[in-house]
Every structure is written in structure tokens, then in C-alpha cells.
């Protein structure tokens, strides 16, 4: 099945009105096969699914890759093709912000540290986005993959906090064979780059070894991510915090969620490892 291409909010309404459970996967395109198993298990869990497509320019800040950040319109549509999405939703940013457009969302404390931090306003510009879309879409369940761990963090706050009434589901970590967590920025590494990049998850996946070995000092868990880490590019953070709130942990704890941020050539690349609860139970 072809999905029906809807680039105007009157059209998604429109769209909207004629099917019953909706789920929706937001993203900025450059689709790959982590966006293709939200996608997938969309179209199992509702009655259609409808993925939206647009590079939202309020989560990018000065000097960031906003006009470069990758776009293939014709392969996103056979990515959702194949993986079953009834429509996908391709506005404009005149469409989503249209003249005199003021309002934003503020996230809270969740959004300050990590990648709130290190990229000032971001995810004011997510939240902002991903409540737009959630009023024209209504979806009953919305997928967000936890390689953007704080962002999930940050959508699941927004939802509860203005009660909004869509179910949020984390959707797992999809890997390439050699561990290097999918995202569409890979596309700017090099070979050389690409070889340096899986050392970011295979930091985390020591730090994993030694948690299940009994290992819960914080601050060796982040040296042992470091040590790897380093060695990939320029590190701007490895964090071990605390899954819910995000307070970076001093002390042991029962879960952590380790996460890391780091510059490899061009590409901005960030990746986690989640301890001591599943998925599932991330609200």
C-alpha cells in the first residue's frame, strides 16, 4: 500500500476524520530501519498509522545542520511503503508556523540538563512541534524511539502535564550489526568515522558487563564509558542519571540510565544504555 502523501493541516484533519485508532510516528525523515520498526509496530497496534515527515527549524540552534540535515522525500515514502504507514504527513514550515506564530511549549526541568544544556532551546522546539502534530493528528498512541532518550523523557512530561490524550511508547534501540545505534546523521561519517563511532556503544556496553557484574558507582560506570568514548571523537558528556528525572546520580542506585553525546568528523551522534528497569515501564 501506498501512503497517502497529506501536506497541508486541512488534509490531515481530513485524513484524520476518516479512521478511528490512529498511531503516529513523528520524525524529520532521512528514514532508516529504526524509524522503520516504530513505523511497524504502529501498524500493528492501531487502526492505521501515519508517520509525519518534516525538519522542524525551532529544536535546531545556531551553526547546527538545519539546512544540510539529510532529505530523500522519494526513499522516506518507500521505507513507509513497505513497512505498511497508511499516510504520512509532509507540511511545510509555513504550514507548521505559519506567519505570526509566537506560542512555545516549555518543558520544565527535564529538558536542562544533557542535551537541553548543550543545545539551549531544543527541546522547547521539539515540544512545540510534537504538540502541534498531536492536535492535528489525535492519535491514540504515539511512538518515540529511546536512542533520544531525554527527548522521550521530555514528550512522556508535556503529555501528562498538559493531559494530553495520547499514549506514548518507547520503542527500543535498533542497532547496526557492529552496535553503532541508527540515526540518520550516520550519513555524514566516513569510513575512518564509521569505524570510530561504534566505540560510543561499545563504552556503553562495558558499562553494561560491569552493572550486571554488580558494578554501581556512577562515577566508574561513566570512566568506563570514557575510555572508550574518548577514543571516538570529541566527548561532550557521559552521564549517569537517574531513568525518570534525569538528576545525574553521586551515589549508587538500583537503575541509571547511561547516556552519552559526542562530535565524530561532522556528525553529532548520541546513544544510551538504560539499567535496572525495562523499557515498558518508563513513564
Same mark, same amino acid.
Given at each position: 500500500?501506498?501512503?497517502?502523501?497529506?501536506?497541508?493541516?486541512?488534509?490531515?484533519?481530513?485524513?484524520?476524520?476518516?479512521?478511528?485508532?490512529?498511531?503516529?510516528?513523528?520524525?524529520?525523515?532521512?528514514?532508516?530501519?529504526?524509524?522503520?520498526?516504530?513505523?511497524?509496530?504502529?501498524?500493528?497496534?492501531?487502526?492505521?498509522?501515519?508517520?509525519?515527515?518534516?525538519?522542524?527549524?525551532?529544536?535546531?540552534?545556531?551553526?547546527?545542520?538545519?539546512?544540510?540535515?539529510?532529505?530523500?522525500?522519494?526513499?522516506?515514502?518507500? +521505507?513507509?511503503?513497505? &513497512?505498511?504507514?497508511?499516510?504520512?504527513?509532509?507540511?511545510?514550515?509555513?504550514?507548521?508556523?505559519?506567519?505570526?506564530?509566537?506560542?512555545?511549549?516549555?518543558?520544565?526541568?527535564?529538558?536542562?540538563?544533557?542535551?537541553?544544556?548543550?543545545?539551549?532551546?531544543?527541546?522547547?522546539?521539539?515540544?512545540?512541534?510534537?504538540?502541534?502534530?498531536?492536535?492535528?493528528?489525535?492519535?491514540?498512541?504515539?511512538?518515540?524511539?529511546?536512542?533520544?532518550?531525554?527527548?522521550?523523557?521530555?514528550?512522556?512530561?508535556?503529555?501528562?502535564?498538559? &493531559?494530553?490524550?495520547?499514549?506514548?511508547?518507547?520503542?527500543?534501540?535498533?542497532?547496526?550489526?557492529?552496535?553503532?545505534?541508527?540515526?540518520?546523521?550516520? &550519513?555524514? +561519517?566516513?569510513?575512518?568515522?564509521?569505524?570510530?563511532?561504534?566505540?560510543?556503544?561499545?563504552? +556503553?556496553?562495558?558499562?553494561?558487563?560491569?552493572?550486571?557484574?554488580?558494578?554501581?558507582?556512577?562515577?566508574?560506570?561513566?570512566?568506563?564509558? &570514557?575510555?572508550?568514548?574518548?577514543?571516538?571523537?570529541?566527548?561532550?558528556?557521559?552521564?549517569?542519571?537517574?531513568? +525518570?528525572?534525569?538528576?545525574?546520580?553521586?551515589?549508587?542506585?538500583?537503575?541509571?540510565?547511561?547516556?552519552?553525546?559526542?562530535?565524530?568528523?561532522?556528525?553529532?551522534?548520541?546513544?544510551?544504555?538504560?539499567?535496572?528497569?525495562?523499557?515498558?515501564?518508563?513513564?
Amino acid at each position: 500500500m501506498t501512503p497517502e502523501v497529506l501536506r497541508t493541516a486541512a488534509l490531515m484533519r481530513a485524513w484524520r476524520g476518516e479512521h478511528d485508532r490512529v498511531g503516529l510516528v513523528p520524525t524529520m525523515g532521512a528514514l532508516h530501519a529504526g524509524h522503520r520498526s516504530l513505523v511497524e509496530r504502529a501498524v500493528a497496534e492501531t487502526d492505521a498509522a501515519v508517520v509525519s515527515i518534516f525538519v522542524n527549524p525551532t529544536q535546531f540552534g545556531p551553526g547546527e545542520d538545519y539546512r544540510s540535515y539529510p532529505r530523500d522525500l522519494e526513499s522516506d515514502l518507500a +521505507l513507509l511503503k513497505a &513497512a505498511g504507514a497508511a499516510a504520512a504527513f509532509v507540511p511545510s514550515v509555513d504550514e507548521m508556523y505559519p506567519p505570526g506564530d509566537a506560542a512555545r511549549v516549555i518543558p520544565g526541568p527535564i529538558a536542562e540538563p544533557l542535551e537541553g544544556a548543550q543545545r539551549p532551546g531544543h527541546f522547547s522546539g521539539v515540544a512545540t512541534v510534537v504538540t502541534k502534530l498531536f492536535a492535528l493528528v489525535a492519535p491514540a498512541r504515539a511512538y518515540f524511539g529511546q536512542k533520544d532518550f531525554q527527548q522521550l523523557r521530555v514528550i512522556q512530561q508535556v503529555t501528562r502535564d498538559l &493531559a494530553l490524550p495520547v499514549e506514548i511508547v518507547p520503542c527500543p534501540i535498533v542497532r547496526e550489526p557492529d552496535g553503532l545505534a541508527l540515526s540518520s546523521r550516520n &550519513a555524514y +561519517l566516513d569510513t575512518e568515522e564509521r569505524e570510530r563511532a561504534t566505540r560510543l556503544s561499545r563504552g +556503553l556496553f562495558t558499562a553494561e558487563r560491569a552493572w550486571r557484574d554488580g558494578e554501581r558507582d556512577p562515577r566508574r560506570l561513566r570512566e568506563r564509558v &570514557a575510555d572508550f568514548a574518548e577514543t571516538a571523537g570529541d566527548l561532550e558528556y557521559v552521564s549517569v542519571a537517574d531513568p +525518570l528525572t534525569l538528576e545525574e546520580l553521586e551515589a549508587p542506585a538500583d537503575r541509571a540510565v547511561i547516556s552519552l553525546a559526542c562530535r565524530v568528523g561532522s556528525a553529532r551522534l548520541i546513544d544510551n544504555i538504560l539499567l535496572g528497569m525495562p523499557l515498558s515501564e518508563l513513564r
